[in-house]
């Protein structure tokens, strides 16, 4: 584990606006005084609380700089079973699919377009079949089963209640007038920490200054001509054809489609070819996506990257396009975002931001807040879970313009969380209730989602607090 | 106020125009006559329009009649009186004077109009041995007529017989005007592709000017990613951004019809180029329009009947510098997309809910009024009001807009 020395601290704290504030308060206060001791600064700083300021600051600043394992193993061990079932059927599917491509090759009117390892409606049947195994650890609230839930799994979750106090300042956002939002772009371009730049991405973003802060908070905002050569290097790779990437250019048709991403679609590519080829994936990403075992005689293997690609994979590109013209910009933030956030969406896992934990919680949430939506879609065979997946999964990529889509991201890096993506679930199906109850059955579920729809961050957030 | 029945007519079958006559419970003008006079609501070709104004017609519209064009048009939307008006404007500028009121006229590329101005364009392509050169009809429309130029030999096509570099006049093979236009060879390219911006503005009056800006357009992709390569010189799919002409690629989606919208583009400038860039893109964007109007605001004949929907066609270069291309007085109504087709039936219906509110026919007086802003419409530019008055209004309507 990479440890920082004092320099090197007392470095990070000094580009640390917090820093410069408890420095002013220390001096206001003690300006008076003719000889100053160490004595007298600690009697003060405690007094008023800055060395516990003091003491979180340098402790955030140690807990960041120490490089995150990859999460392989889980607390719970049918978990890590069912991860090798997961993988165990995705090599099954691979086999499949590469079977279907050379079908496609022979036959020009075989349009059989289901080319993919996995999509998400896959990933939800397979957490679908777990039991209820392992006791639950004392730590965390038990989740009390129910059995019109659809997921069925005892694993420690935080209490739902606990998420919606924690974004429900979201509510109080209000519109900033243009003073107060120069001040916020005078921060990003001042403030280097991390927990500083967090607080910001709680609250607001300004468009111009979004591909800063990221970079900031990645700590890539010096590094431009090392992530351009590392680029580099794995487009030069790109030469050597895998069959991933088939099914890669096949994934981007349907970004290719869509009005917002469209101009993308030969970066979005790009981005990808180099992905699965970055053999740095594996050392970065913060939980391994599937049990990496080496299959006997088969014909493929995992990519370098540990993971299959899945279905909808552009998607997670798609938005970080607008934020630079440079590729390798582009490359670098979908890499970190997948690596820390999106890479627990596709991860049997129990951990807070794995897709069973939101699932589990958007399914707490809505049966005990909306009774009669959960009970209603579960009657006319439709569950919430089924009907959110997408959204979920892809968080909102496709369903909501890209300024809004951005804001999703903001939040994830403020809260260094998945969790906002709990409420604008459950704001999306609170926002349809109404029509929702009145349909009689999947097609007019169906229906309602087909029609021509505009999602907003704050209106689902607002929806999501409505009972 | 109730909603009269008005009568309407229009020369397009388009769904965009109709509907919204329907949905306002008009009725549709049952007399055939090409100049009848049977409407109060006329959307019109610019030919009946011209036909309707000519003064052998003995057609006078009443008080109780609109239509959608001013009578001549044509000096701000045929390419060669574009041209001519904006360079008109230019010299008749005090530059001092222009220069404080913030007229800007440099988004014009150097332009020629054939025949006419033969012997001074050969002189500049003399003077720019690697410059490429656009040529186009003064007045056709959807990119019919349109080539890329390096050697003086290729005009050929439009004078029917050899042409040479030593030859001091044209002689064009039809009787219509060229234009001819220093190519911007470095365009704005967004996934290596070239675009150029469909903007909608509205004029209800033009003496006093009094401009609307719509926001809402869009981006008009090109199929193929975009060089400078020689070879690819004709390949219209890299170089014209026309949709009538990229409909027929093997690329062509027909889902998003190679159409991005304005918001996203202006969402994707702010975010990868800041926010001042931005700003003095749409800043300088204003100015085109509002120039461009200004140079024929003394030619444009102003009648209380007329207002006029331009389709403003403009390129970005790769330094966000906005070129005017042309003015279009009929834009497309053809929607290609329903995202298109949303657009397009709310930009005519915010038109209508400019020029007849409440479906009455406003005097002057009420032309003037101070409301800014109606549907996806603001007020760019309101000449009517006092300087001080119109300065703060023009950052507003900015503001609105953006």
């Known amino acids: ?467 | 106020m109730q909603n009269k029945k008005l009568k309407w007519k229009s020369d397009f079958e388009k769904s965009v125009i109709i509907e919204n006559f329907v949905n306002r419970g008009w009725t549709k003008s049952q007399d055939k006559e090409e100049d009848s006079s049977d409407w109060n609501v006329y959307w019109a070709t610019v030919w009946n329009v011209r036909n309707i104004f000519n003064p052998k017609s003995g057609f006078r519209l009443n008080d109780q009649q609109i239509i959608n064009h001013f009578p001549n048009h044509y000096e701000l939307t045929r390419k060669d009186c574009m041209v001519k008006n904006l360079k008109r404007f230019k010299r008749e500028q005090d530059k001092e004077t222009y220069e404080q009121q913030g007229w800007n006229f440099d988004f014009l590329p150097t332009t020629y109009v054939f025949p006419g101005e033969y012997s001074l364009f050969v002189e500049e392509f003399h003077r720019c041995p690697n410059q490429t050169w656009i040529v186009k009809p003064a007045a056709r429309s959807q990119g019919k007529g349109i080539f890329l130029l390096r050697k003086i030999q290729q005009l050929k096509k439009i004078a029917g017989t050899t042409v040479t570099s030593n030859m001091t006049q044209l002689n064009l093979a039809s009787k219509e005007n060229y234009v001819v236009s220093k190519y911007i060879d470095n365009p704005l390219l967004i996934g290596g592709k070239k675009f150029d911006l469909r903007m909608y503005v509205l004029v209800t009056n033009y003496k006093p000017l009094k401009v609307w800006i719509y926001n809402k357009g869009f981006g008009r992709f090109c199929n193929e990613q975009y060089t400078t390569d020689v070879a690819e010189i004709e390949n219209m799919f890299v170089h014209l951004t026309n949709v009538a002409i990229q409909q027929y690629s093997d690329k062509y989606s027909q889902k998003h019809g190679g159409k991005y919208s304005i918001d996203a583009l202006k969402f994707y400038v702010e975010s990868a180029y800041g926010t001042e860039a931005f700003q003095k893109m749409m800043d300088d964007i204003h100015n085109i329009m509002l120039t461009s109007l200004k140079s024929v605001q003394a030619v444009i004949q102003n009648d209380k009947h007329c207002f006029e929907m331009y389709g403003y066609d403009i390129l970005l270069d790769a330094n966000l510098k906005p070129w005017l291309i042309e003015i279009n007085a009929s834009p497309s109504l053809t929607t290609t997309t329903p995202v298109d087709k949303n657009l397009k039936l709310n930009l005519i219906n915010d038109v209508y809910n400019i020029v007849l509110p409440n479906d009455d026919f406003p005097d002057n007086e009420q032309k003037q009024q101070q409301i800014t802003k109606v549907g996806g419409f603001s007020v760019l530019y309101d000449e009517s009001l006092d300087l001080m008055n119109r300065k703060a209004q023009k950052r507003q309507s900015v503001k609105i807009w953006k």
């Open chain 1, 1 to 467: 584990m990479q440890q920082l020395d004092n320099q090197e601290i007392l470095m990070k704290l000094k580009s640390s606006k917090q820093f410069w504030d408890i420095k002013k308060k220390l001096k206001q206060g003690l300006g008076d005084q003719q000889k100053i001791g160490v004595n007298d600064i600690q009697k003060f700083a405690q007094s008023c609380e800055i060395e516990d300021q003091l003491t979180k600051l340098i402790s955030h600043i140690l807990r960041k700089s120490k490089k995150r394992e990859s999460l392989k193993e889980d607390q719970i061990e049918f978990l890590n079973t069912s991860k090798i079932k997961w993988t165990e059927l995705l090599f099954k599917n691979l086999d499949i699919v590469h079977q279907k491509t050379k079908n496609q090759e022979e036959d020009d009117t075989n349009t059989d377009s289901k080319l993919y390892i996995y999509d998400e409606k896959n990933l939800l049947a397979f957490l679908q079949t777990f039991k209820q195994q392992q006791q639950s650890i004392a730590l965390y609230q038990n989740v009390q089963f129910q059995s019109n839930k659809l997921l069925n799994v005892n694993i420690p979750l935080k209490s739902s209640q606990s998420i919606l106090d924690k974004y429900q300042y979201l509510l109080l956002q209000e519109e900033l007038q243009d003073d107060k939002i120069n001040k916020i772009r005078k921060q990003i371009e001042n403030e280097h920490i991390d927990i500083e730049l967090e607080k910001i991405a709680q609250t607001f973003v300004p468009n111009g200054e979004r591909c800063l802060l990221y970079l900031k908070y990645f700590e890539f905002d010096h590094q431009e001509t090392v992530l351009q050569q590392n680029f580099a290097k794995l487009q030069k790779e790109c030469s050597n054809q895998l069959f991933y990437d088939e099914l890669l250019e096949i994934d981007g048709h349907e970004i290719s489609e869509d009005t917002f991403y469209f101009v993308f679609q030969e970066q979005i590519l790009t981005c990808l070819k180099c992905f699965i080829r970055d053999r740095t994936i594996k050392e970065n990403i913060r939980i391994q996506l599937q049990n990496g075992v080496k299959k006997e005689h088969a014909e493929f293997q995992l990519p370098v990257t540990g993971f299959f690609p899945f279905k909808n994979i552009s998607k997670y590109v798609a938005p970080l396009c607008y934020l630079s013209t440079k590729i390798h910009i582009i490359y670098a933030l979908f890499k970190e975002f997948f690596c820390r956030y999106f890479c627990f969406l596709h991860a049997i896992s129990s951990e807070n931001n794995s897709i069973l934990s939101l699932c589990m919680q958007i399914e707490e949430i809505v049966s005990t807040r909306s009774p009669k939506l959960f009970h209603h879609l579960k009657v006319i065979g439709c569950d919430t879970l089924k009907l959110i997946i997408h959204q979920l999964v892809y968080c909102f990529i496709g369903d909501m313009d890209p300024p809004h889509i951005l804001t999703i991201y903001d939040s994830i890096i403020g809260h260094d969380s998945l969790e906002i993506l709990v409420i604008l679930c459950v704001g999306f199906l609170n926002k349809y209730k109404p029509k929702l109850l009145l349909a009689k059955n999947q097609e007019n579920v169906q229906q309602i989602f087909s029609e021509l729809r505009e999602d907003r961050f704050q209106e689902l957030v607002q929806f999501a607090y409505k009972q």
